[in-house]
Antibody, heavy 118, light 109 residues
């Protein structure tokens, strides 16, 4: 069974750093792109970027380029989303999802709630 | 940056047909995908490559695309179809990034 399990909810202060994770199982992790999607409170889905764990090829939305870093470690079947200096506006649920080149995002993690507040 | 435009809301009575549109300049060349997100849940793909339905998705869901507009049709909408629906596609400029539409809240009552 394909599963993506994300790390737990985080509460941080502005200016702090953060790295959240997404661990895949039940499939060949290195063979599929993993994407990250933001959903701010009460708002829609935003495509942040994708990474191919096999070769670490990474693509970013222009809206998120330079704001976050996407990485992966295929040895532990895990993708990461990282901030060096959080802002209150980073408060959101962040989803990871497996990208099938035909179907699109076919499996999703449960989401990680990140709250940034002083 | 590339944008996909959806109506904010659509409302139908149970058993009626709901149509949700998505407008984008690159849609004549690029596939549209549709995701359903129920309250408090992760999204689920209901249509891929304009009109194909993943296994396990109800036959009530269908998709089409013509020119710069893609359409998700829910035939005989049920109360359980009430959700937010997002279209998803990429631009044709070679920038290699994807976008979601703003989302449409479907109310079935």
């Amino acid at each position: 069974e394909v599963q993506l399990v994300q790390s737990g909810a985080e509460v941080k202060k502005p200016g702090e750093s953060l790295k959240i994770s997404c661990k895949g199982s039940g499939y060949s992790f290195s063979s599929y792109w993993i994407g990250w999607v933001r959903q701010m409170p009460g708002k829609g889905l935003e495509w942040m970027g994708i990474i191919h764990p096999g070769d670490s090829d990474t693509r970013y939305s222009p809206s998120f380029q330079g704001q976050v870093a996407i990485s992966g470690d295929k040895s532990i079947s895990t993708a990461f989303l990282q901030w060096s200096s959080l802002k209150a506006s980073d408060t959101a649920i962040y989803y990871c999802a497996r990208l099938d080149v035909v179907i699109g995002f076919d499996y999703w993690g449960q989401g990680t709630l990140v709250t940034v507040s002083s | 940056s590339y944008e996909l435009t959806q109506p904010p809301s659509v409302s139908v009575s149970p058993g009626q047909t709901a149509r949700i549109t998505c407008s984008g300049d690159a849609l004549p060349k690029k596939y549209a995908y549709w995701y359903q997100q129920k309250s408090g849940q992760a999204p689920v793909v209901v249509i891929y490559e304009d009109s194909k339905r993943p296994s396990g998705i109800s036959e009530r869901f269908s998709g089409s695309s013509s020119g710069t507009m893609a359409t998700l049709t829910i035939s005989g909408a049920q109360v359980e179809d009430e959700a937010d629906y997002y279209c998803y596609s990429t631009d044709s400029s070679g920038n290699l990034y994807w976008v979601f539409g703003g989302g449409t809240k479907l109310t079935v009552l």
